[in-house]
Each structure stands twice: as structure tokens, then as C-alpha cells.
């Protein structure tokens, strides 16, 4: 004999036992006990969040014995709601009766006058449902209602009602039930059942469930025959493909310190113990955004999946940094929806993620300025270190910070740049793009966005992370090298969104004012490096003639 399912034998049966719709209780219950129960109410909601339970709820209260304390659960009314052979509480299922001819009989029996309690009740679901002839003809009876009649509608989509429906209801939004709520809800039924239920678990059940009551007692019934009457972490993670809370650090880890090899070996073992990737991704986009709070608030009580200790580690990051490897999942996340293989995103997701934030920055090696070279916006320099003066500590090193280029300088390059250069751009972009993007500077593209582009540059927008590693001179000297590789011989530079904006928005005026500034001139890597070398010849020529003790050489800077 089968057994009654979870989430029928723990229904709620009274007001008070309906789980996080506190407002919707409140507004429901005093209308019955103040005899103000409209003819027409609309329950809106995700799935699973007690629509259809508070819309029965609402249907016995009102043809109660004893109103004081509707529903009493104890008359002859109740009883028969409750064995689901009231007559006069009709459930209909609009997904299944959606024509027009299902609706007019409604309409016609509608008129009859109840057999056994004060109302006859109507409850349509899914009523979103209807055709639109059948819709309009609930309408009418909506605008003229017999007065013994209710009609409660229910919808888990209200913006394919008819407006003129809504407008006649009075209308409640069932709002996904709160994660703590639902765990506890969990442990008292597992209580009453008589089997183990651990509070991890239980979190992690309601946080699978997504705010659904009804899943999460489906999914709680599921571990419960899995588990044999003990329900762990561990088993969640089985029966879902769940990673546990050490395994997600501990991937974050390997992707703060550049482990490359660990990365992978860990997105195979996910594979292979059947992990869910999307599930994963999602996981590791909340840790990051916990590592942030805890970053700025340094609460416990505001994280939402990581321990005190897990968030300790996150937070090491920059907040840049993390907010650029959230960006960087959430790209993943779109690109999921198309991809023969999610875990092959994922794997360049990862890649990503260490190009972009994961390794620590290099420190940049003291450069000689000379002419040439300061014509380079992506260019890094570094002071020659002061001999510290005696009894002094050496002061710590300085790494000079790629600097945006600023409002006039993006200017100077948006003026040689135009629609056909930035076609031809684009289309080298997406072919580089479909290649293997195995290294750090082909996989740094998947990050930025191409925003114009003329035949010497191209000129991306990217988060302020991003934007310092692409800045900085070795890296950016690679990028030119990968980009020159597959036809697109133009000099990358790379800023914000906001500095991008705020050039656009200048441009415009400026336009108007014929005041836009010269093209800048632009000088490829391997002119600089020609230059400088040229430079040093010239430099070495000089000491030759004249005799090393006899020439000084002057930096720019000095």
C-alpha cells in the first residue's frame, strides 16, 4: 500500500501552519473574521509557495460553522473541505479546462445557490491558462458576480492575465519562502517522522527548493528513501551532484594561487562524481559575493553560504578582484544556455578566472625612460630606488599602478576610429575567439569589449581589474603579439565602462563645438622596441667617442 507523499500529509491545514506568506495570513484571516471577504481574489506566486493551499484555506473559513475560529477543522463544512467532497468548493485546473464552453458551464452552475454552506467557491489554477474567449467570458461574470459566489484565481504567470481580470481581483503576491524558514519547517517534520535530518542538510534542501515549499518536502522525501531514515550533508550532495562547502574553497584556492593543473584535476573530479556545473557555478558566484560582504562588514551573520573561516579566506582578495570573477561566471552562465558542453565552459570560465584575478601581479622591473618609450600610454615605469640614508630601514618597494588613460587621450583615439575598422576588428575577434584559448592573454579577451576601433588601435571597455592587467606594459606587449598573429595589427588599449562613458558623452559636445583633439599618434610594440634600441646604440656610440667618465645621461624624469 502506498504511503501518503510529504507535502500531501503536511499541507497546512490552518492559517497559522501556512509557512512565510506572514502578510498575505494576516490580510486573509481578518477579512473572514470581519465578514469583508471580497468575490474575487488573485494569488500570484512562484510554484510551490502555498497558493493553492491558502486559496483552500480561504474556501473553508468562509463556509465555517464557526467563524470566530474559521477554519475549525471540526464541522460538518470543514470536514467535507477537508475530504475534498464539499460541494460547493469547485477546483478547477485551467491548464486542463481552457475553452470557452468549460468556462460558460462554470458560469451557469455558478448561478445556482449553494447546497451546504453560505458560498459556492470557484477555484481556478494555472488561470493564466485560459483562452482568451474563455477569459473574456470569466471576465463578464467577474464584472456582475452573484452574491453567493467567490472566485479565487491563482497564477504562478499574472502577466498574461487580461488587466481588466486583475482589476477586478483583490490581488496577492506569494513571495518565495525564506530559506531559514523552510529549514526549520524541515527538522520539525523530520522530528514528528522519526528519522535524522541534519540542519546542513536541511539548509541545503531549502536552498535547493529555491523558496518552494512543496519541492523542498518532494526533495526532503527523495533523501529520506536514499538515506534509509538519516539524511546528511553528504547525502544531499549524492543524490544532487553537489559540491561541499571545503571542495568549492578549495577550487577558489587553486584559483587565487594560479594552480592551473589543480583547477583541472578538480573540474574532472566534478565530472566524474557527477556534480552539477550550473549548480556549482551559481555557488561560487554567492561565495565570492560573500567573500565581499564579510570584506566590508566583517559580520558572520550577513553570509549566506560561507563559514566565518571560508569567508576569512575569500576576502583576502581585492574587492576588484572579486567582483570581476563574479562577472566572469556570470558570463559563463549565459553562455551555458547554448554550449554542447558545460563543462567545457566552465574549464574556460576557470581559465579566465586566473588570467583576469587569479595569479598575484608580477612585480614590474625598473624601466629607463627615454623619448620613445613615454609615447606609450601602456607603458609601466618604476623610479630607480634611493640608496636609504644611514641608520634608515630601506623603504618598502613601490609597483607603479597602470594609470587609465584619461577623457582626452580616450578622445584622441575615438577620433581615428570607425564602423568599417571595428567590422573588421570584430570579425578577427570571433575567429581568434573560436580557437583554443588556452594561455592568459587569449583568454583575457573573453573579458573585454570591444568598443571602437581604426587601423592603429582598438579600444576595449573592461571591469577596473581587468583594466590594470591588460594595462600593464609586459602583458600588453603580448596581447599586441597574440592579436598581431591573427591579422588584427593594432594597438590594444583597454578602460573602464565609466571612463568610456564619460568620453562618449564628451565627444558628443565637443563635436557640436569643433573642439575634438589631433588623432593620437600610435606607435606598435615592436616600434618601441626598435626605438629603444636605437636609443641605446646611440647612447653606447657617444660613450665610444667622447669616453664613459666624460658623459652623463640624463632620464627624462630627472
Same mark, same amino acid.
Given at each position: 500500500?502506498?504511503? @501518503?507523499?510529504?507535502?500531501? #500529509?503536511?499541507?497546512?491545514? *490552518?492559517?497559522?501552519?501556512?509557512?512565510?506568506?506572514?502578510?498575505?495570513?494576516?490580510?486573509?484571516?481578518?477579512?473572514?473574521?470581519?465578514?469583508? $471577504?471580497?468575490?474575487?481574489?488573485?494569488?500570484?506566486?512562484?510554484?510551490?509557495?502555498?497558493?493553492?493551499? !491558502?486559496?483552500?484555506?480561504?474556501?473553508?473559513?468562509?463556509?465555517?460553522?464557526?467563524?470566530?475560529?474559521?477554519?475549525?477543522?471540526?464541522?460538518?463544512?470543514?470536514?467535507?473541505?477537508?475530504?475534498?467532497?464539499?460541494?460547493?468548493?469547485?477546483?478547477?485546473?485551467?491548464?486542463?479546462?481552457?475553452?470557452?464552453?468549460?468556462?460558460?458551464?462554470?458560469?451557469?452552475?455558478?448561478? &445556482?445557490?449553494?447546497?451546504?454552506?453560505?458560498?459556492?467557491?470557484?477555484? @481556478?489554477?494555472?488561470?493564466?491558462?485560459?483562452?482568451?474567449?474563455?477569459?473574456?467570458?470569466?471576465?463578464?461574470?467577474?464584472?456582475?458576480?452573484?452574491?453567493?459566489?467567490?472566485?479565487?484565481?491563482?497564477?504562478?504567470?499574472?502577466?498574461?492575465?487580461?488587466?481588466?481580470?486583475?482589476?477586478?481581483?483583490?490581488?496577492?503576491?506569494?513571495?518565495?519562502?525564506?530559506?531559514?524558514?523552510?529549514?526549520?519547517?524541515?527538522?520539525?517534520?523530520?522530528? #514528528?517522522?522519526?528519522?535524522?535530518?541534519?540542519?546542513?542538510?536541511?539548509?541545503?534542501?531549502?536552498?535547493?527548493?529555491?523558496?518552494? !515549499?512543496?519541492?523542498?518536502?518532494?526533495?526532503?522525501?527523495?533523501?529520506?528513501?536514499?538515506?534509509?531514515?538519516?539524511?546528511?550533508?553528504?547525502?544531499?550532495?549524492?543524490?544532487?551532484?553537489?559540491?561541499?562547502?571545503?571542495?568549492? @574553497?578549495?577550487? &577558489?584556492?587553486?584559483?587565487?594561487?594560479?594552480?592551473?593543473?589543480?583547477?583541472?584535476?578538480?573540474?574532472?573530479?566534478?565530472?566524474?562524481?557527477?556534480?552539477?556545473?550550473?549548480?556549482?557555478?551559481?555557488?561560487?558566484?554567492?561565495?565570492?559575493?560573500?567573500?565581499?560582504?564579510?570584506?566590508?562588514?566583517?559580520?558572520?551573520?550577513?553570509?549566506?553560504?560561507? *563559514?566565518?573561516?571560508?569567508?576569512?579566506?575569500?576576502?583576502?582578495?581585492?574587492? *576588484?578582484?572579486?567582483?570581476?570573477?563574479?562577472? $566572469?561566471? !556570470?558570463?559563463?552562465?549565459?553562455?551555458? +544556455?547554448?554550449?554542447?558542453?558545460?563543462?567545457?565552459?566552465?574549464?574556460?570560465?576557470?581559465?579566465?578566472?586566473?588570467?583576469?584575478?587569479?595569479?598575484?601581479?608580477?612585480?614590474?622591473?625598473? $624601466?629607463?625612460?627615454?623619448?620613445?618609450?613615454?609615447?606609450?600610454?601602456?607603458?609601466?615605469?618604476?623610479?630607480?630606488?634611493?640608496?636609504?640614508?644611514?641608520?634608515?630601514?630601506?623603504?618598502?618597494?613601490?609597483?607603479?599602478?597602470?594609470?587609465?588613460?584619461?577623457?582626452?587621450?580616450?578622445?584622441?583615439?575615438?577620433?581615428?576610429?570607425?564602423?568599417?575598422? #571595428?567590422?573588421?576588428?570584430?570579425?578577427?575577434?570571433?575567429?581568434?575567439?573560436?580557437?583554443?584559448? !588556452?594561455?592568459?592573454?587569449?583568454?583575457?579577451?573573453?573579458?573585454?569589449?570591444?568598443?571602437?576601433?581604426?587601423?592603429?588601435?582598438?579600444?576595449?571597455?573592461?571591469?577596473?581589474?581587468?583594466?590594470?592587467?591588460?594595462?600593464?606594459?609586459?602583458?600588453?606587449?603580448?596581447?599586441?603579439?597574440?592579436?598581431?598573429?591573427?591579422? &588584427?595589427?593594432?594597438?590594444?588599449?583597454?578602460?573602464?565602462?565609466?571612463?568610456?562613458?564619460?568620453?562618449?558623452?564628451?565627444?558628443?559636445?565637443? *563635436?557640436?563645438?569643433?573642439?575634438?583633439?589631433?588623432?593620437?599618434?600610435?606607435?606598435?610594440?615592436?616600434?618601441?622596441?626598435?626605438?629603444?634600441?636605437?636609443?641605446? +646604440?646611440?647612447?653606447?656610440? $657617444?660613450?665610444?667617442?667622447?669616453?664613459?667618465?666624460?658623459?652623463?645621461?640624463?632620464?627624462?624624469?630627472?
Amino acid at each position: 500500500m502506498s504511503s @501518503i507523499a510529504l507535502y500531501q #500529509k503536511y499541507r497546512s491545514q *490552518s492559517f497559522d501552519e501556512l509557512v512565510g506568506q506572514e502578510y498575505v495570513v494576516r490580510a486573509i484571516r481578518n477579512a473572514v473574521k470581519e465578514n469583508k $471577504v471580497g468575490h474575487a481574489y488573485l494569488f500570484c506566486g512562484p510554484r510551490g509557495t502555498g497558493k493553492t493551499s !491558502m486559496a483552500r484555506l480561504l474556501a473553508r473559513a468562509v463556509n465555517c460553522s464557526h467563524p470566530e475560529s474559521a477554519p475549525c477543522n471540526e464541522c460538518d463544512n470543514c470536514k467535507a473541505a477537508i475530504e475534498g467532497s464539499h460541494p460547493d468548493i469547485i477546483e478547477i485546473n485551467a491548464a486542463n479546462e481552457t475553452h470557452v464552453e468549460d468556462i460558460r458551464d462554470l458560469i451557469d452552475r455558478a448561478r &445556482l445557490s449553494p447546497m451546504m454552506g453560505k458560498h459556492k467557491i470557484y477555484i @481556478i489554477d494555472e488561470v493564466h491558462q485560459l483562452s482568451s474567449s474563455a477569459a473574456s467570458a470569466l471576465l463578464k461574470t467577474l464584472e456582475e458576480p452573484p452574491e453567493h459566489v467567490i472566485f479565487i484565481l491563482a497564477t504562478t504567470d499574472p502577466q498574461k492575465l487580461l488587466k481588466t481580470i486583475i482589476s477586478r481581483c483583490q490581488r496577492f503576491d506569494f513571495s518565495k519562502v525564506d530559506a531559514a524558514k523552510i529549514q526549520n519547517h524541515l527538522l520539525g517534520i523530520a522530528e #514528528k517522522e522519526g528519522f535524522t535530518l541534519e540542519p546542513e542538510a536541511a539548509l541545503k534542501i531549502a536552498e535547493l527548493a529555491d523558496g518552494g !515549499m512543496r519541492d523542498s518536502l518532494s526533495i526532503l522525501e527523495q533523501a529520506r528513501a536514499y538515506g534509509a531514515g538519516e539524511i546528511t550533508e553528504s547525502t544531499i550532495d549524492s543524490i544532487f551532484g553537489l559540491a561541499s562547502s571545503g571542495e568549492k @574553497i578549495a577550487l &577558489l584556492e587553486d584559483i587565487f594561487n594560479g594552480n592551473l593543473e589543480g583547477v583541472l584535476q578538480r573540474v574532472e573530479s566534478c565530472e566524474t562524481h557527477g556534480v552539477d556545473i550550473r549548480r556549482l557555478t551559481e555557488d561560487l558566484i554567492t561565495a565570492l559575493k560573500d567573500g565581499l560582504i564579510f570584506q566590508y562588514t566583517n559580520k558572520e551573520g550577513l553570509l549566506h553560504s560561507l *563559514s566565518r573561516q571560508h569567508a576569512e579566506t575569500v576576502s583576502q582578495r581585492s574587492a *576588484s578582484e572579486l567582483l570581476a570573477m563574479i562577472e $566572469v561566471l !556570470m558570463k559563463a552562465q549565459e553562455r551555458y +544556455r547554448s554550449a554542447q558542453s558545460v563543462s567545457s565552459v566552465f574549464e574556460i570560465a576557470c581559465l579566465e578566472l586566473i588570467a583576469g584575478g587569479g595569479e598575484e601581479p608580477q612585480p614590474v622591473s625598473p $624601466v629607463r625612460k627615454t623619448s620613445a618609450r613615454a609615447k606609450s600610454e601602456p607603458a609601466v615605469t618604476e623610479p630607480e630606488p634611493e640608496e636609504p640614508a644611514p641608520n634608515e630601514q630601506p623603504a618598502a618597494p613601490v609597483v607603479d599602478v597602470p594609470q587609465e588613460l584619461s577623457v582626452d587621450d580616450v578622445l584622441a583615439l575615438l577620433v581615428q576610429c570607425n564602423k568599417a575598422e #571595428k567590422q573588421i576588428a570584430e570579425e578577427g575577434l570571433r575567429a581568434l575567439g573560436a580557437g583554443p584559448m !588556452m594561455d592568459r592573454y587569449t583568454a583575457s579577451l573573453r573579458q573585454l569589449d570591444l568598443k571602437a576601433a581604426g587601423k592603429d588601435v582598438l579600444l576595449f571597455t573592461a571591469s577596473e581589474a581587468v583594466v590594470h592587467m591588460v594595462s600593464e606594459e609586459a602583458f600588453n606587449r603580448e596581447l599586441y603579439t597574440v592579436l598581431k598573429s591573427h591579422t &588584427l595589427d593594432r594597438m590594444p588599449f583597454v578602460i573602464t565602462r565609466g571612463r568610456y562613458e564619460e568620453a562618449v558623452n564628451a565627444f558628443r559636445v565637443r *563635436s557640436k563645438d569643433h573642439t575634438l583633439p589631433e588623432p593620437k599618434a600610435i606607435e606598435r610594440w615592436q616600434e618601441l622596441i626598435q626605438n629603444d634600441d636605437q636609443a641605446e +646604440r646611440t647612447e653606447e656610440s $657617444v660613450m665610444n667617442l667622447f669616453g664613459k667618465e666624460n658623459v652623463e645621461v640624463i632620464d627624462e624624469g630627472d
